[in-house]
């Protein structure tokens, strides 16, 4: 299991200039080896590989001074992020998606450099919440070292530059935690009105990080393009522009970490839909709820949070096709449009919130899979069967198990 630690750094006004520099000089390499690329297809027809241009920053830091100053895992990496760019296009080619060519990276957007090859001792100097760390050809860089790292073999390290400032990210691969088995699991069926609604009837309320924060951003938006371009002031403005919709992302980051944590804390597998996110933004009128609300990164946290894998729990995707739109109580189809909040059957006269209608389905879903023999005749009974044995079919669904 690999894990990523992140902590803020603050190098000094020397250390900063060197970074600034090196970062340009990863930009340069990038869009010098993309140029490459695509003049030998035009030109061509051909193609340029990584082993091609990894070779060729042999002469290149043979013969200068600047380059042979520049780690040669930060170089590597630059090109190793240009052929993981031409892979994933290539790809999505093959599936009949938007084909997304690789571009070229303006000023100031190359925004961090990664070191394979790093110090013995990777972290010194601890006292307290700050100490130092080794970064390669560079020295030692102030770091808040506010929680320790794992035990286990350091891979990589990542400096990132971010609006709020430096920050370090340490890669470390530890022992992989034994899955433990299923005794009780909860569905979960997100929403836009509620951000979840959980099998048990309990509602999420959905924060709405971006559209409360729309005004300040609009605000910051209005100044930035009244300001001239490549000016002081404009790049000021930029810079807080940038922090604004960090602290967005922050937020947002921050809640989906505690809803998780929340939900491992109480069940040992969580079940979701497996939705098709991409899809779904098509839709003009939702898109930028659904995006705000960010239900693709808040599953993506339920299979990476570090209590479902340090603990060896379970995060189960379901097929999402019909969940609302089935009864829970008798299982006859009952059609029914997004604006209609409210479940009602004729069948059996059930009536019940229709998100948590839909999360039962999803709960029953995921025991159906795994081969199990749960029946659920009214949300009560739900309740009575969250401890089922039947999750404990080796038939999983799961994510990262």
Known sequence: MVKTYQYRIYPTKAQTQTLETQLDACRNIYNQALAWRKNTYEQKGG?????????????LRGGSTFWSSLHSDVLQDTLRRLDKGFKAFF???????????????????????????????????????MARLVVPKMGEVKICYHRPLPNGNIKTLTVQRKASGWYANITVEVDDVPKAAIETAVGVDVGLESFLTTSEGEKVGNPRHLRRAELKLKRKQRIVSRRKKTSHRRR?????????????????????????HRLYSEYDAVVVEDLQITNMVKNHHLAKSISDAAWGTFISTLGTCAKAENAGLHLLCVPPHGTSQICSGCGEKVIK????????????????????NAAINILRVASTLRGGALVVNSPNEARNHTDTRSFTSPRALAVGS
């Open 47 to 59: 193609s340029v590989s990584y082993v091609q241009q990894a070779n060729a920053l042999t002469p």
């Open 91 to 129: 790809r999505r080619i093959k599936a009949g998606e938007n084909r997304g060519y690789p571009r070229f990276k303006g000023q100031g957007r190359y925004r961090s450099m990664t070191f394979s090859h790093l110090a013995k001792t990777l972290i010194r100097g601890i006292g307290g919440r």
């Open 236 to 260: 000021k403005f930029v810079h807080e522009l940038a922090k604004q919709h960090e602290h967005v992302a922050n937020q947002r980051k921050d809640f989906h970490g505690k809803t998780a």
């Open 337 to 356: 449009s997004l604006a209609v909040r409210i479940h009602r059957c004729n069948s059996c006269g059930l009536v019940l919130d229709r998100d948590h």
